[in-house]
């Protein structure tokens, strides 16, 4: 399985980025999807999920309303947009892949994870 994230960059304060992240190696429609991110020195912390019928979405109350999850199974990818972005984004952010029932936001339930995409937010 792999999980091959991208997308990341150096954006000013207020600007938006992209990120994608392409899976290979197992049934994408059958995996919900998250991301995650984590900053220097700190843990990593949840971001967003969504369920593998993109139906269901959860994001962490430091990102809502900034930050959309989505995806397309026929690419077996998902996508975090991240609009208005702050210097407390900066953080490398991992996708990630789960098939338990119903979406999750602890990192220890997930299975695969990406190798990290860095986002760095000048002030």
């Known amino acids: 399985v792999q999980l091959q994230a991208f997308g990341g960059g150096l954006v000013q304060a207020g600007g938006s980025l992209r990120l994608s992240c392409e899976a290979s190696g197992l049934t994408f429609s059958n995996y919900n999807m998250g991301w995650f991110r984590q900053a220097p020195g700190k843990e990593r912390e949840f971001v967003a999920v969504i369920s593998w019928t993109g139906i269901s979405r959860s994001y962490a109350d430091s990102v809502k309303g900034r930050f959309t999850i989505s995806r397309d199974n026929a690419k077996n990818t998902v996508y975090l947009q991240l609009n208005s972005l702050k210097p407390e984004d900066t953080a490398v952010y991992y996708c990630?892949?789960?098939?338990?029932?119903?979406?999750?936001?602890?990192?220890?339930?997930?299975?695969?994870w990406g190798q990290g995409t860095l986002v760095t937010v000048s002030s």
């Open positions: 990630a892949a789960h098939n338990a029932p119903g979406i999750r936001k602890d990192r220890n339930e997930y299975d695969y």
